[in-house]
């Protein structure tokens, strides 16, 4: 596609329910981000790939957050248990290779979460 | 040491002024300063960058002020136009990762 896509564009659940977030990046992209943004805040780094594998989850905030991306493009970001405090926008973003270079970032749309 | 501190939180400027956004960090680990354009329901989208060997880029309207002693760097939009009229985000990124520490972000109005 022309730039990432993510869906859905909205998730609302309850409390406890488990959901999974798709990141569609652009092709050739060999590095993958994730952001959660609250509302009024900037982007909160919360993974990255580089490939298949998660070269950096350190802003993942606890164990309820798991994300992969098992064939190198495609990635879901997954959340157990959810809380009302899980209630954001999701982003994802990729570039071309992640490091050196400066290799821009672009972001899709996101998707909002909303937790009940 | 992770943060990256932007102000104002808002800004309202009559067309054709000029807008002023400002950043500050701590973490000498960061090697590249981008600014993102956010528009409602939108994700956010580069506007210009600069590395931290360079004091000042300019592209069109938008200029970045670089200030590595001060561990500062500045948005400027020059003849600011309601189609200016965002939330702007500084951030700044650890070369070993990519990730991108944000700024708070600022939203701007531009009046006509």
């Known amino acids: 596609g022309a730039g990432v896509s993510q869906t859905p564009s909205n998730k609302v659940t309850e409390k406890g329910k488990y959901v999974e977030l798709r990141c569609d990046p652009i092709s050739g992209h060999t590095a993958l981000y994730w952001y959660r943004q609250s509302l009024g805040q900037g982007p909160e780094f919360l993974i990255y790939f580089q490939g298949t594998g998660a070269a950096d989850d350190s802003g993942l905030p606890n164990d309820r957050f798991f994300a992969v991306r098992p064939e190198g493009s495609v990635s879901t970001l997954k959340i157990q248990r959810t809380e009302r405090g899980d209630s954001a926008v999701y982003l994802c973003?990729?570039?071309?290779?992640?490091?050196?270079?400066?290799?821009?970032?672009?972001f899709g749309p996101g998707t909002r979460l909303t937790v009940l | 040491q992770q943060q990256v501190k932007q102000s104002p939180q808002s800004l309202i400027v009559q067309k054709g002024g000029i807008s002023i956004i400002n950043c500050a960090y701590e973490n000498t680990a960061f090697d590249y300063f981008p600014w993102y354009q956010q528009f409602p329901g939108k994700g956010p989208a580069l506007l210009i960058a600069i590395r931290p060997d360079v004091s000042e880029k300019k592209e069109g309207r938008f200029t970045i002020s670089f200030n590595k002693s001060a561990k500062q760097f500045s948005l400027h939009i020059m003849d600011s136009q309601p189609g200016d009229s965002a939330t702007y985000f500084c951030a700044a990124r650890f070369g070993n990762t990519g990730k991108l520490i944000f700024g708070q972000g600022t939203t701007l109005q531009v009046k006509p």
């Open positions: 973003a990729s570039s071309p290779s992640g490091t050196g270079a400066y290799n821009e970032q672009f």
